[in-house]
């Protein structure tokens, strides 16, 4: 059984063939494949020096969690640690380092960020060259859940008042004689019976309403887009409002954890004037999503009229010394366990498009979950622009080389399509030519690249730069 994979050299038309044996247990009883394209006018992805033949490298800016970067099997992956070289990385793994165009070798089949927020990557640029980008929503959602569980309680109970109050009395030797006297200073409500509305149901705003029911607390909830999945973590008897207003109205407690989104129709300021009227005058506001969602000016006058308090990591310049505020810096999501689910929920989607082609929580490309390839067939992806006719010209290159099409699925996003298509190799008993079917597919107008997702793990990337085939 040989797999031949892509050549490998530095940027030039030399030529480089290579036979690469496919591994174990990816053969499905077929015949022998073949990928190659040593041939032919062609470019190259970067120096064979700098890559492990039948492995997927892994390009790591950052420190990753080690148990995030545990997720990839050793003996199937090379990890390139810390930005180090990394020319022909498969995939490039990083937090908050920014990244260029110039870091993405030609070889980069996907992005992952550990977080979030993917503003540190070129993502528009990416999705032109036909690259996905994943990111890890919901993974910090515990750790933030447990601080506004935390800034509940701040928000009850005086407690950092209190502390504060405490070193003082130390500096001045009276904390033994003062603690009993002077705790009617800093009285508070218990959580238990009290009512929570959680405005925006998502990862953190689910948890958060699941745990305060299991505190004893009654709920309330506006989330216009609800998922399904968010859904099943409520607790049956949250109210849901049709509101904000309706929500917050009667709340002893809010927490605010929606997107920040910019524009008309955004959320800018969504906490103004006119929602805060709604409060009750000693309501507790948790904003632990932020800053910008809530309006300084109006907070800064419901916390000036009574006794509401406002809990928050986030910086406020109007309320940042405020007597009802307590303002942390921004510790949602620092926690290691939070770092850890992160770096293995950007793992787990590397490795399931590199090695299904399945795409989960991308910010760019279309959502694919994929059936099983069935027994005696090769798997092949197509990133296409999403314009008329690619796909006509797809299965008609399969056909030509009398190939069949025994399962396929096409979705697309935007400006993206994504095919996946499994080609039934029975009756091609020697030797399956890919070569030929995979260069006309991958110079049809609009396609950016595709891939033979069979065999030695990293071989058959092929690319449509600007007219130009890299293999
Ligand atoms: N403090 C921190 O360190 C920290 C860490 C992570 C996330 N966050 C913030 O928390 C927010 C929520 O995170 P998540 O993981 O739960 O996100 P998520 O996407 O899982 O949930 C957000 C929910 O808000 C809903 N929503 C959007 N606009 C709304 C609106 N106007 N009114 C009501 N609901 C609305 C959505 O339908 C979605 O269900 C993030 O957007 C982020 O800004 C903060």
């Not at 060259?129 to 959602?141: H, K, S």
């Not at 003062?178 to 705790?183: G, I, P």
Request: glycine share 10%.
């Amino acid at each position: 059984m040989i797999v031949s994979g892509r050549a490998l050299g530095q940027l030039s038309r030399r030529v480089v063939p290579t036979r690469i044996a496919a591994t174990a247990g990816t053969t499905r009883g077929l015949a022998d494949v073949q990928v190659e394209h040593g041939r032919g006018e062609w470019k190259t992805y970067g120096d064979i020096d700098q890559y492990k033949l039948g492995m997927y490298q892994i390009k790591c800016f950052n420190k990753i969690s080690p148990i995030g970067l545990a997720q990839f099997p050793t003996g199937q992956y090379d990890i390139r640690k810390d930005a180090e070289e990394g020319n022909n990385a498969h995939a490039i793994l990083l937090r908050s380092h920014k990244l260029q165009e110039e870091d993405v070798p030609h070889s980069v089949r996907a992005i992952a960020r550990c977080g979030a927020g993917t503003n540190n990557i070129p993502v528009a640029r990416m999705t032109e060259l036909g690259i996905p980008v994943f990111n890890t929503p919901g993974a910090n959602a515990n750790a933030v859940k447990e601080l506004v569980l935390c800034g509940m309680l701040l928000g009850s109970r005086r407690v950092v008042d209190g502390i504060n109050h405490m070193k003082e009395l130390g500096k001045q030797g009276l904390a033994r004689e003062r603690v009993e006297k002077d705790k009617s200073m800093f009285g508070g409500q218990e959580l238990k019976g009290k009512t929570l509305a959680v405005i925006g149901l998502g990862h953190i705003g689910s948890q958060t309403a699941r745990d305060a029911y299991a505190l004893g607390m009654n709920l309330k909830g506006y989330d216009p887009g609800l998922s399904v999945q968010s859904a099943l973590r409520l607790p049956q008897a949250l109210e849901l409002t049709d509101s904000i207003t309706a929500a917050v109205s009667d709340a002893d407690y809010i927490s605010l954890n929606i997107p920040y989104i910019k524009g008309e129709g955004g959320t800018h300021g969504v906490i103004g004037p006119e929602v805060i009227s709604h409060f009750k005058p000693s309501a507790v506001l948790l904003n632990f999503a932020r800053g910008e969602l809530v309006d300084s000016d109006a907070i800064k006058q419901f916390l000036d009229a009574g006794d509401g308090r406002y809990v928050t990591d986030f910086p406020d310049d109007l309320v940042w010394d405020h007597k009802n505020a307590v303002v942390l810096p921004h510790l949602g999501a620092s926690t290691e366990e939070a770092e850890d689910a992160a770096a293995a929920m950007a793992a787990d989607t590397i490795r399931d498009y590199l090695e299904s082609g399945t795409i989960k929580n991308s910010v760019n490309f279309p959502a694919t979950s994929l059936p099983d390839r069935p027994d005696h067939s090769i798997r092949f992806t197509v990133v296409n622009q999403n314009v008329p006719g690619v796909l006509a010209h797809i299965t008609d290159a399969f056909a030509k080389e009398n190939l069949n099409i025994v399962q396929q699925v096409n979705q697309s996003r935007g400006d993206i399509a994504y095919n996946v298509l499994d080609i039934d190799t029975t009756g091609h008993e020697d030797v399956l030519c890919f070569k030929n079917v995979q260069e006309r597919i991958t110079m049809t107008e609009g396609v950016l690249s595709s891939r033979v997702i069979y065999g030695a793990p990293g071989m058959g990337y092929a690319k449509n730069l600007d007219g130009q085939y890299f293999v």
